[in-house]
């Protein structure tokens, strides 16, 4: 990589949503600050390998964009554009005017900025599809892989998401105090959604320019810095860290999935389990007497949720639903409840903060465990039964099965997946789950006819492969 | 009496007339509940019309009853 290179890359960093932001707040159309910012890297991509990097890559950036966006306004000044403009308060119109280095704004335009793309009255889709494009910087292309969407379709959605941006009278700005939390709440379930999009097992990788689960975490640590102490933001912090730090195990050199049991602890990252227990320790109650099992430095790390948890605690391991690990800790020799999770957090906490509260004491109690047969089950099986209280959700209820068979056996497991098949129709990992544990019951022709059941629902090939395994495997015992 | 004229596919109004930001700039709401687009209801007549200055759509939406179904557009 050529210093011209890896100076546009940072730049690109850097400077992307910066640069969208302030031009927004100057001009009011969002729709040329994203063209002009593009024009302005491509310029830079001509310019500085011949030229030599600017010492203010940033301002030389500004100026470009600035002078895009000018040209356009020109050459649309003949016929007056009479739609609204997107709505910027005059005290932001001169700060962005007057920024020279727009390193001297950092945030409050990045703010302001995810606070528009992430508005309730944008839809929820077209949402996650403008923080990814105006606020991560990733392209239409990119956008339309990592959703699931066909480009020329995702490109006549953002355009149409563009222009609601532009004209439909949301503002630019950071929500009145008085409704900070709920429009928080909207964000962090789009900075959730844009992480998860990262990882689809079976979709095969989507190359980026950036790894999606940092840039989400760094979002999250832009706003956790702007907006400190907010329960929902330090809490999907903590929960993204968890899920994060695996991200190196999670694929063998083939590119198959490794299921959590099987996965190296020594090449977790340490550091971000750390932090991310520390994030939790930061959200209950003082004196509340839990030990964070992380503070032990000795202990390799580990984190992600059992069987079936994909739309729960962990949704970078949904094929790991499958196979709960049979080795559960004794329950008698645990502690049955983190008492951590039983503090009540300080201040006003948003039920969805208290859910990925909730989702990241789980993957705490993974990613803290030294091995997969120290897991903590009667601990998680606990959490899960607080979550499962909060949502109701069916899926947190398939994931609490597998957490109390391993604390308590199979047959307890087997009795919370009742009436699960009519909640989650046409959903595999039931039968899958079942089947797990009916094996580990010794009921080995339930087992196998619970096998065949998921085996004609599921879709995804790699755990299409590993349910066979386990029938023809049955077979033989 | 006062009337109001309802201006349909880029019809021209007589002087003063307001014309109506697209669907697309269009927020529906219901019970509080926000949705983006025009409403979409089968059977819901149309029953009011009000015209407000404000300077975002926030306080536009702020400023409505708890409970109801609306549609605010930009209009100019």
């Not at chain 1, 390799?300 to 739309?311: D, F, H, K, Q, V």
């Amino acid at each position: 990589m050529t210093p011209a290179d890896s100076a546009l890359a940072d730049a690109w960093r850097d400077h992307w949503s910066r640069l969208i932001g302030l031009l927004i707040g100057q001009f009011a159309r969002p729709d040329l600050a994203e063209d002009a910012v593009s024009d302005a890297f491509e310029s830079a991509a001509r310019h500085w390998p011949v030229d030599g990097v600017p010492t203010n890559t940033g301002a030389w950036l500004l100026t470009a964009a600035r002078r895009r966006v000018l040209d356009r306004l020109r050459s649309e000044a003949v016929q007056r554009r009479k739609e609204p403009l997107m709505v910027v308060d005059d005290e932001m119109r001169a700060a962005a005017a007057a920024a020279v280095d727009p390193g001297a704004h950092v945030a409050d335009e990045q703010l302001r900025l995810i606070f528009a793309c992430c508005h309730p009255a944008i839809a929820p889709d077209d949402r996650v599809a403008l923080t990814l494009r105006f606020v991560v910087g990733l392209t239409t292309t990119e956008i339309g892989r990592l959703l699931l969407v066909q480009e020329s379709t995702m490109a006549a959605r953002l355009t149409r998401a563009k222009k609601r941006l532009a004209s439909s009278g949301i503002p630019f700005a950071t929500p009145a105090a008085a409704r900070l939390d709920e429009r928080l709440d909207v964000v962090a379930t789009v900075v959730y959604l844009a992480f998860t999009s990262g990882y689809h097992p079976g979709e095969g990788a989507v190359p980026l320019r950036v790894d999606l689960g940092d840039e989400a975490i760094r979002l999250l640590r832009v706003l956790d810095g702007l907006l400190p102490g907010r329960a929902v933001v330090r809490a999907l912090l903590a929960l993204l860290l968890l899920q994060h730090s695996r991200r190196d195990t999670r694929l063998d050199t083939a590119g198959a999935l490794v299921l959590l049991p099987d996965q190296d602890r020594s090449r977790w990252h340490r550091d971000e389990i750390a932090e991310g227990v520390a994030l939790l320790e930061s959200l209950a109650a003082r004196g509340a007497g839990w030990t964070a099992p992380a503070s032990d430095a000795a202990a390799p790390a580990g984190r992600s949720a059992p069987a079936g948890a994909t739309a729960t605690a962990d949704p970078t391991d949904s094929a790991d639903s499958s196979a709960p690990s049979g080795r559960g800790a004794d329950p008698a020799a645990r502690e049955p409840a983190s008492p951590l999770a039983d503090a009540p957090a300080p201040g006003h906490q948003t039920r969805l903060a208290t859910e990925y509260r909730l989702q990241a004491l789980i993957a705490a109690e993974h990613a803290t465990a030294p091995t997969s047969a120290d897991t903590r089950w009667p601990v998680i099986a606990n959490l899960y039964a607080q979550l499962e209280a909060l949502t109701g959700s069916p899926v947190v209820r398939l994931a609490r099965a597998v957490a109390v068979s391993e604390a308590s056996g199979p047959e307890a497991g087997l009795q919370l997946l009742e009436g699960l098949d009519d909640a989650l129709p046409r959903h595999h990992r039931v039968p899958a789950v079942r089947a797990e544990l009916l094996a580990r019951a010794g009921h080995r022709e339930a087992a196998a006819d619970a096998y065949r059941a998921a085996l004609s629902l599921v879709t995804n090939p790699t755990e299409r492969t590993y349910l066979q395994s386990r029938l023809t495997s049955l077979g033989r015992r | 009496m006062r009337f109001v004229v309802l201006a349909f596919d880029d019809a021209l109004l007589p002087a003063g007339g307001l014309t109506l930001g697209s669907v697309d700039t269009a927020t529906s709401v219901q019970d509080r509940t926000l949705r983006d687009g025009a409403f979409e209801g089968p059977t819901s007549a149309l029953t009011g019309i009000q015209v407000l200055d404000a300077p975002d759509l926030d306080v536009v939406l702020e400023s409505l009853p708890p409970t109801g179904t609306f549609e605010v557009r930009p209009a100019w």
